[in-house]
């Protein structure tokens, strides 16, 4: 998937488009071996087994259909680095839904309706090769503070 001849958004454009696709074993294609991943809550992944472990959860539907919105793309080519802000909405309807434990689904619903969603960061390294070897996901809080979707459906 990555290539040092493809510019450093295109790339992310395309990791992210795997990420909306459920597309596992595609977002994992642009991790180098070695990759580091923090999602942001302390905990350090490291090597494409472990960051595969700790994104399979979201792909099998345990938080319901994911999909992630980018308003801001910050590209330096020269330090192959990228950032980018976006909004990460959750649909909980349907048969990806039923996948969310019932506690967290019923929270879901009374406090925010069938669709949500929060807002974050991710900062991606990159190596000559054009191989992600960092992803730092921030936000300024513990929990995302979820709120009501208000935009149709995808």
């Known amino acids: 998937m990555t290539s040092p001849q493809l510019g450093l958004a295109t790339v992310v454009d395309d990791f992210v488009a795997a990420?909306?696709?459920?597309?596992l074993d595609r977002v994992m294609s642009f991790f180098a071996d070695d990759a580091e991943y923090r999602p942001g809550?302390?905990?350090v992944h490291r090597?494409?087994?472990?960051?595969?472990?700790?994104l399979?959860?979201?792909?099998?539907?345990?938080?319901?259909?994911?999909?992630?919105?980018?308003?801001?793309?910050?590209?330096?080519?020269p330090r192959r680095r990228v950032a980018i802000r976006w909004a990460c909405?959750?649909?909980i309807t349907g048969a990806r839904g039923?996948?969310?434990?019932?506690?967290?689904?019923?929270?879901?619903?009374?406090?925010?309706?069938?669709?949500?969603r929060w807002h974050g960061m991710d900062?991606?390294?990159?190596?000559?090769?054009?191989?992600?070897?960092?992803?730092?996901?921030?936000a300024n809080f513990r929990i995302p503070?979820?709120?009501?979707?208000p935009e149709p459906a995808w």
């Open 47 to 54: 090597g494409r087994a472990a960051i595969r472990a700790e």
């Open 98 to 116: 039923r996948s969310v434990p019932a506690g967290l689904r019923l929270l879901g619903r009374l406090r925010y309706g069938t669709r949500m």
């Open 19 to 23: 990420f909306n696709d459920n597309d």
């Open 56 to 77: 399979a959860p979201q792909f099998a539907g345990r938080y319901g259909v994911m999909r992630f919105d980018v308003y801001d793309q910050l590209v330096d080519e």
């Open 123 to 138: 900062v991606f390294h990159f190596d000559a090769a054009g191989a992600m070897v960092g992803k730092y996901s921030y």
């Open 41 to 43: 809550d302390g905990a």
């Open 89 to 91: 909405r959750i649909d």
């Open 145 to 149: 503070p979820m709120e009501r979707d």
